[in-house]
């Protein structure tokens, strides 16, 4: 059964870039879509946006151009980045397996934007 | 963007009820919608894709239905583990989006 693993800094300050890199063990990064997800504290989901492991990517036109997504399929990994932080992206980021559906998830992990 | 609408937000059951959470969508979406379970400091589980496929190892007491714009996820008859927080998600559209949640409290 594929398990998912977020890594990262848990705080990161405004105007900084965010980074985090999803682990996936268990199976192979190879053949799915893999996404990100947050969910700031309290609040509903967000999707971030995905990468299939061919390295096609797409993410949510809500934020712009400041993210990210690539893939290493050396490592069985795929990462997010997300620059110019404010207060607002602070949230539980969740990584996940597929792109329409997500059947596997991460535990989350809380980034906290602050000075 | 499309948005999802769940209705009620929060909901209180006693174990054995059978419970009904709806969502809308603003435009159609065919039957491109999932339903998720999650529970207090915990990822999402998925429990429903296509708007009424089951996901391997969940319970057979969730169903949905629906399709175009209104959709429903039944819980036939509440277990104590049920008492989480649920969200429909679209994917008929880019960008994916989620319904505000609805809540599920013990009576």
């Known amino acids: 059964q594929v398990q998912l693993q977020e890594s990262g800094p848990g705080l990161v300050r405004p105007s900084e870039t965010l980074s985090l890199i999803c682990t996936v063990s268990?199976?192979?990064?190879?053949?799915?879509?893999w996404s990100w997800i947050r969910q700031p504290p309290g609040k509903g989901l967000e999707s971030i946006g995905y990468?299939?492991?061919?390295?096609?990517?797409r993410s949510n036109p809500s934020l712009k151009s400041r993210v990210t997504i690539s893939v290493d399929t050396s490592k069985n990994q795929f990462s997010l980045k997300l620059t110019s932080v404010t207060a607002a992206d602070t949230a539980v980021y969740y990584c996940?397996?597929?792109?329409?559906?997500?059947?596997?998830w991460g535990p989350g992990t809380l980034v906290t934007v602050s000075s | 963007d499309i948005q999802m609408t769940q209705s009620p937000s929060s909901l209180s059951a006693s174990v054995g009820d059978r419970v009904t959470i709806t969502c809308r969508a603003s435009?159609?979406?065919?039957?491109?919608l999932g339903w998720y379970q999650q529970k207090p400091g915990k990822a999402p589980r998925r429990l429903i894709y296509?708007?009424?496929s089951l996901q391997g190892g969940v319970p057979s007491r969730f169903s949905g239905s629906g399709s175009g714009t209104e959709f429903t996820l039944t819980i036939s008859s509440l277990q104590p583990e049920d008492f989480a927080t649920y969200y429909c998600?679209?994917?008929?559209?880019?960008?994916?989006?989620f319904g505000q949640g609805t809540r599920l409290e013990i009576e």
């Open positions: 996940a397996r597929g792109r329409d559906g997500y059947d596997s």
């Open positions: 268990g199976g192979s990064i190879n053949n799915y879509h």
């Open positions: 990468i299939y492991y061919s390295g096609d990517t």
């Open positions: 435009q159609g979406i065919r039957n491109d």
């Open positions: 296509a708007a009424s």
């Open positions: 998600q679209q994917y008929n559209n880019y960008p994916i989006t």
